[in-house]
């Protein structure tokens, strides 16, 4: 059982470039969400989508954007890359989301390490 | 400002003593709180959680402790371990909101 999968696991970027960072959840949970970490700050939430169809903006949205392919892949697009985005990209999935019961924590992948240079 | 905040940014323990790693919160509509546990190079993983209605849930040697009053979490790890070296993550939640991590402290276990 794989859980949540991400690629790729390192990326380097030139300013100006795009990429896209894939997910996919084989647990079949309907909300899945993607976050950043960078020092000294926790994660935070760049988007997420509650429910198959549907997309929300977290904390950090700017210069991202996000699909949700289907139940099991929420892919992460930086269109035009900047250093700031320099950072480690985490995806994470749950089964009900923000409406979740007690019982429902995020389930998150391995991270891919993304340089913006 | 951070809703959440772990004030120690690292903390170092003897293997077989007990740890305490704390959290600090502000929004008093935190109904659920979670503790997770981060290897490097791993993401995330959930280690506990309590809800609002409790004040301490214990699984092994892991209890978190809420103080709703204070506003403040503990995890108590005992007897701490080698393997328990990792970076800690509290993150509560308001119902029908997401969850909002702290910043994290990096606990280091001394053989």
């Known amino acids: 059982n794989a859980g949540v999968t991400q690629t790729p696991k390192f990326q380097v970027l030139k300013t100006g470039q795009s990429m896209t960072l894939q997910c996919a959840q084989d647990m079949n949970h309907n909300s899945m969400y993607w976050y950043r970490q960078d020092p000294g700050m926790g994660l935070r939430l760049i988007y997420y989508?509650?429910?198959?169809?549907?997309?929300d903006k977290g904390e950090v949205p700017n210069g991202y954007n996000v699909s949700r392919l289907n139940k099991r892949e929420f892919s992460l697009r930086l269109e035009s890359a900047a250093p700031s985005q320099t950072s480690v990209y985490f995806c994470?999935?749950?089964?009900?989301?923000?409406?979740?019961?007690?019982?429902?924590?995020?389930?998150f992948g391995n991270g891919t390490r993304l340089t913006v240079t | 400002d951070q809703q959440v905040k772990q004030n120690s940014p690292s903390l170092s323990v003897q293997e077989g003593r007990i740890s305490i790693l704390n959290c600090d919160y502000t929004n008093s509509m935190f109904d659920y709180f979670l503790w997770y546990k981060k290897y490097p190079a791993e993401g995330p993983t959930f280690l506990i959680s309590?809800?609002?209605?409790?004040d301490k849930n214990e699984d092994g040697r892991f209890t978190v402790f809420l103080n709703k009053s204070a506003k403040h979490l503990s995890l108590h790890i005992v007897p701490s371990q080698p393997g328990d070296s990792a970076v800690y993550f509290c993150a509560p939640r308001n119902y029908g909101q997401n969850f909002v991590f702290g910043p994290g402290t990096r606990l280091s276990v001394l053989p």
């Open positions: 989508s509650a429910s198959e169809g549907t997309t």
């Open positions: 994470a999935s749950s089964e009900d989301g923000r409406l979740s019961s007690y019982n429902s924590p995020l389930h």
């Open positions: 309590i809800s609002s209605i409790k």
